[in-house]
Every structure is written in structure tokens, then in C-alpha cells.
């Protein structure tokens, strides 16, 4: 087998900053009730900017920052649940714009863990030896399936895109990863496609009009956030020799500052080991690792040998965590 090296990050994210505040205009809420319940402060949310081209942005700074070009690609996953289209994927489109000509590329929809999810998948095929240079991106514009005059759910959503390149290298980076999922608890947080609809079914209840929106029983999600974190983190460090005294940084999903310290105190530890940057983005789901691990690496917060820790939940139910030892830098 081989190893697995982390070589570059890269994030884009919409321009616009939409605030507490200005989010208390738009439905029945205020700046006290996000900021105690959810530790949210302000989100970016496009104003027109796509999926994909936030997808490309991250690509590109990804690219740029691992110094190398689109054609070294082999392989291109976008992880999102909110695509432009049904087709061509994502990463297809991401392909085409950067111009990574030698890569196979597919999108993976395993909601808020899907970056976990697709550097897990991407690591497979580098260790292997199928292929040696990978671009995996989260990139999601979860505003778009979000109902604005839903208060329990519009002021945790946001858009951003976050993206990881990893090669086949002589250290081992990526040293383990978990992956797992629990569809009995898929009701919790939904969001539906087109129903059945073709020449043929002349029964009318299929064109009744279903929402188009993100659903959400936030406290079942909740329950299940702060168990699987915990949970998660540990499992990746079973086997390995490393335990949680040696971890110099936790990334966790962005989702809320509550779920993060129940987490924290669950396994003793102090909550500063945990990167925190949601109350400035919101919960931007599968973009929302990535982005953290892009601000972290250019604020040069990581130094080489670090022991991160990325770890995540959502829809599906998912869940997933991987440990990475920092080998960029001196
Ligand atoms: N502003 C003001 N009041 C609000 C509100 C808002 N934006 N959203 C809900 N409320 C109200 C509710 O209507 C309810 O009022 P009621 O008691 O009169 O019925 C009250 O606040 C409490 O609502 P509740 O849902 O019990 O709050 P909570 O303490 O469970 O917090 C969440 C709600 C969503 C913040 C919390 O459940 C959570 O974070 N869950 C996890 C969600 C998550 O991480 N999702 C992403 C998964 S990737």
C-alpha cells in the first residue's frame, strides 16, 4: 500500500455577509436566539454565484497552493448535495473549467460528512496505486433548498466551498478514517428530489406539489451529533498508537458551537483543541471541514507533524472522521 500525503488546500466562498440582524427582518427571530443556541454570528450566501463556480474557486486555490497544475489530476470528487444539475456532475463541470484533462470525476452526496466521505474514497484509490493525484472538493449552496420563512432552519444554513488535493507520497499523511452511516434516522433531516413523473402514471396524487425544502427535527439530529462525534474521534485513533493527548487540533463540522462543546466535554478535552470558525460561516455542510482546513493552513496555524483530526455528521444519517499527520511545511 501506498501512502497518502496531504499537498494543498483551497476555499471560495460567496461575498455577501448576511447577519443575525438581517435575518431578524426576514422572519421571526433575533440575534440573541441564534447566537445562545447556535453560536452563529453571520453566514455568506450567494447572490448568484453557483455551485459550481464556487467548486472551481476552491479548486483552483487548492490547486495553486499544492503548486501544482490540473492536468497532474487523476481523479476529481465533489462532495455536495446541492449541484447545479442532475448532470453532468459537478466535478465534471469543475473538470472542464480547470482544465484537468487525465482526471475521472464524480460527485458523492453524503451530506454534511460527504468531504470525510470523499477524501476517504479518494485515499482508497491513491493507496492502491490506481491513481496518484487527487482533487476532492466540498461545495454547497445549501441556500437554495432552504425554506426563508422556515426560522428554524434558515438561520443555520449557509454557502462556501472547501477543497483538499492528496498524492500518493513518501510520509503517511492520512494515517486512518472512518466512515459510517444510520438511514433508520434518514427522516431526521431530509430534503426531496422530483417524485415519480413520466407519461405513464396517470395517477394524479404523484403531482401533488411536495416541498422543495430542507426539513429538520434539530433536536433527533442534535442527540445524534453529540454521540457519533465522540465516538468518531476515537475510533480513528484505535489501532493507530496515537492517542487523544497527542491530537493538536480537532476540525469538526461546523453545524453548532453547542454540539462542539458537548463534544469537547464528553472526551475531556479543552475546547480550544476544536476549530471553530461557524459563528462567521454558518453550517455551509459538506464545504464546511474544508474551509476551516483551508483557514487554518493559511493562517499557518499547522506545523509540520501536527495531528489533525477532521470529523463529521448529517444527513443520511452520516457520519465520519480522519486522522491526518501534517507533513507540509519545515
Ligand atoms: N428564532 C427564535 N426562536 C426559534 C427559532 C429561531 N430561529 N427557531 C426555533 N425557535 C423556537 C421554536 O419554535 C421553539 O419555540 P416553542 O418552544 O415556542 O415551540 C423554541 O425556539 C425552542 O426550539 P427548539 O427546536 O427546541 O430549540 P433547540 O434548543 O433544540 O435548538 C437547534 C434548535 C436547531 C439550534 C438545535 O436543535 C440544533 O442545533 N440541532 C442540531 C441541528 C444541526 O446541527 N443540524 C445540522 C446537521 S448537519
Given at each position: 500500500?501506498?501512502n497518502v500525503e496531504l499537498i494543498g ?53 487548492a490547486?495553486?497552493?499544492a ?6 489530476l487523476d481523479l476529481?470528487i ?40 470523499g477524501l476517504t474514497v479518494a485515499s482508497?484509490f491513491i493507496r492502491?496505486?490506481?491513481y496518484k493525484t487527487a482533487l476532492v ?26 477543497a483538499a488535493v492528496l498524492q500518493r507520497g513518501?510520509?503517511?499523511g492520512i ?149 491526518i ?6
Open positions: 500500500m501506498f488546500t483551497g476555499s471560495c466562498i460567496p461575498e455577501k455577509v448576511v447577519t443575525n440582524d438581517d435575518l431578524a427582518k426576514i422572519v421571526d427571530t433575533s440575534d440573541e436566539w441564534i447566537t445562545s443556541r447556535t453560536g452563529i454570528k453571520e453566514r455568506r450566501i450567494s447572490t448568484g454565484e453557483t455551485t459550481t463556480e464556487l467548486a472551481v474557486g476552491a479548486a483552483r486555490s490547486l495553486e497552493s503548486r501544482i497544475s490540473a492536468e497532474d476529481i465533489v462532495a455536495t448535495l446541492t449541484p447545479d444539475d442532475y448532470l453532468p456532475s459537478t466535478a465534471c463541470q469543475v473538470q472542464k473549467h480547470i482544465g484537468a484533462d487525465n482526471a475521472a470525476c464524480f460527485d458523492l452526496n453524503a451530506a454534511c460528512t460527504g468531504f470525510i466521505y482508497q492502491t496505486g490506481m472538493i466540498g461545495a454547497e449552496e445549501l441556500s437554495k433548498i432552504t425554506d426563508w420563512t422556515d426560522r428554524t432552519t434558515c438561520v443555520l444554513f449557509a454557502d462556501g466551498a472547501g513518501e510520509q503517511q494515517i486512518s478514517e472512518i466512515i459510517g452511516s444510520d438511514g433508520n434516522k434518514g427522516d431526521c433531516l431530509t430534503c426531496p428530489a422530483l417524485p415519480p413523473r413520466n407519461y405513464f402514471i396517470r395517477d394524479d396524487s404523484t403531482k401533488e406539489s411536495r416541498s422543495e425544502y430542507v426539513y429538520m427535527n434539530g433536536r433527533e439530529v442534535y442527540k445524534f451529533a453529540v454521540t457519533v462525534m465522540p465516538e468518531c474521534i476515537l475510533k480513528t485513533l484505535e489501532g493507530t498508537g496515537i492517542s487523544l493527548s497527542d491530537i493538536d487540533h480537532i476540525i469538526p463540522h461546523q453545524a453548532n458551537l453547542r454540539i462542539i462543546d458537548a463534544a469537547a466535554k464528553k472526551l475531556n478535552l479543552d475546547a480550544s483543541k476544536f476549530y471553530v470558525n461557524l459563528p462567521r460561516f454558518g453550517n455551509t455542510s459538506g464545504a464546511s471541514i474544508p474551509i476551516a482546513l483551508d483557514e487554518m493552513a493559511k493562517a499557518n496555524r499547522f506545523k509540520k507533524g501536527d495531528l489533525i483530526i477532521l470529523v463529521g455528521f448529517g444527513g443520511g444519517l452520516t457520519y465520519g472522521a480522519m486522522l499527520k501534517w507533513t507540509m511545511g519545515e
